[in-house]
């Protein structure tokens, strides 16, 4: 009997417990489904704003309007569900804020109002409408330079004041006493001061609208190269530093005015060898190597004219030689000296003349060959043809003049026996 009742428990228990257990998993996963579903992404609304009207006038021109309607147009906007419709209203309009106070109208009020054009579930279209009270534009009424370790400064307050583009009485731009900042901090970093910052402080004048400007520059300590390492070069050479001076005429008349300014720079700036570029040039092995056969064939060509000159010479007069006999008798006959003068140097120059011709033509025709080694000069320089033509049409003239001349002076007898 209590056997019977112990098993009727037990499996009363045992019921129990998967009932529970059934329940308590039902229930793990409606918390599951909850969680998951509460970390869904959440469906945001993009916002195009697809036009935007300046209304009423403001002190911005034509051209910064169009600047800042491109620039609002092109936001990435987005709203979420529970966000109010004119919630992305504030984002939008902070360029035109920021343009605004960039100019000095720090007072400026600008409100915008936006009109539905298309609602889609996914997408919202506007048309922005921008009002802006510009209030007063603020200027610059004083600047002040001072050290912030109470130090003086290393540049006088005139150097500094140059740094900046905004004078005294101008308006209080934004952007370009930013720019003057940071050319006040490259000042200072071109003499070692490459920490020096230049912090602005502003006091401002609500009822004048004129803001007074202090700037304090901690300047830190100057930094100085401690030594100069250029890898791959050899000892000497990592020592040493070159400068290269662009002159609008002869190189060594300003020697004087670049050791000058070196030691303006820095008196330890010492200034050696002052060599011009073109003296670099010739010491360089690579372009000796480019020269060289340049030289090599310049040196054949003057060795051929030459010997071209002296060939022209001997073979011209050795043939006016041999007509002395027929000279002799034309002067025997009662030729004139003069006409006979003439008849041996027409002949002559004729001779001369085609073989010049011919040497020029075969000339520019091989010249072409040598177009890559050329520098300065075309293969067909007409000054170094005609000079070579010129050159070789004198030496025919003297080859021909000479020995006619003294053929004509010998007397007609010795002539007629002149073998």
């Avoid at 229930?27 to 036009?51: F, H, L």
């Avoid at 001072?146 to 740094?163: C, G, K, P, Y």
């Avoid at 910052?197 to 202090?214: A, Q």
Wanted: contains cysteine; charged residues 20%.
């Amino acid at each position: 009997m209590a056997f019977r009742m112990c098993f009727r428990l037990g499996i009363v228990v045992l019921f129990g417990a998967m009932c529970s257990s059934g329940l308590a998993y039902s229930q793990s996963q409606s918390c599951i489904d909850t969680a998951s579903a509460s970390r869904a992404p959440v469906q945001e609304t993009k916002i195009t704003i697809v036009s935007v009207e300046f209304q009423g006038e403001n002190p911005l021109s034509d051209a910064q309007r169009e600047e800042l309607i491109k620039h609002v147009r092109q936001q990435d906007l987005r709203i979420t569900p529970g966000e109010p419709d004119s919630s992305w209203v504030a984002e939008a309009l902070i360029p035109v804020r920021d343009a605004l106070h960039e100019r000095g109208y720090f007072k400026a009020d600008v409100e915008g109002i936006p009109y539905l054009a298309l609602a889609q579930a996914s997408e919202r279209r506007y048309v922005l409408a921008i009002t802006v009270e510009a209030g007063p534009q603020f200027r610059l009424r004083h600047v002040r330079f001072t050290s912030a370790t109470d130090s003086t400064l290393v540049f006088s307050e005139a150097i500094l004041r140059q740094q900046l583009q905004p004078q005294e009485g101008d308006t209080f731009d934004v952007t370009k006493i930013r720019q003057g900042l940071e050319s006040i901090s490259r000042l200072y970093g071109s003499k070692g001061y490459i920490d020096a910052t230049p912090e602005p402080d502003t006091t401002i004048d609500e009822k004048s609208s004129r803001i007074d400007l202090l700037i304090k520059v901690d300047e830190q300590k100057p930094y100085r190269i401690a030594k100069i390492e250029l890898l791959g070069l050899r000892t000497k050479a990592q020592n040493e530093l070159s400068y290269m001076v662009r002159t609008a005429g002869e190189p060594g008349a300003f020697v004087g005015a670049a050791r000058v300014a070196l030691q303006e720079m820095d008196p330890q700036l010492p200034l050696i060898q002052p060599q011009s570029l073109e003296q670099i040039a010739n010491q360089s092995p690579s372009v000796f190597l480019r020269r060289y056969p340049s030289y090599l064939i310049g040196s054949l060509a003057a060795l051929a004219l030459v010997l071209a000159v002296v060939g022209l010479y001997g073979l011209i007069s050795h043939m006016v030689l041999q007509r002395t006999r027929e000279i002799g008798i034309r002067v025997a006959l009662g030729a004139q000296r003069r006409d006979i003068m003439r008849m041996v140097l027409r002949q002559g120059i004729r001779a001369t003349v085609a073989g010049v011709t011919i040497g020029v033509l075969a000339g520019l025709a091989l010249t072409r060959l040598l177009r890559g080694l050329l520098y300065g000069v075309t293969p067909g320089d007409w000054l170094t043809f005609l000079s070579v033509a010129l050159l070789l049409l004198i030496v025919a003239l003297a080859a021909c003049s000479i020995p006619a001349r003294r053929a004509t002076r010998v007397d007609p007898i010795v002539a007629l026996r002149y073998e």
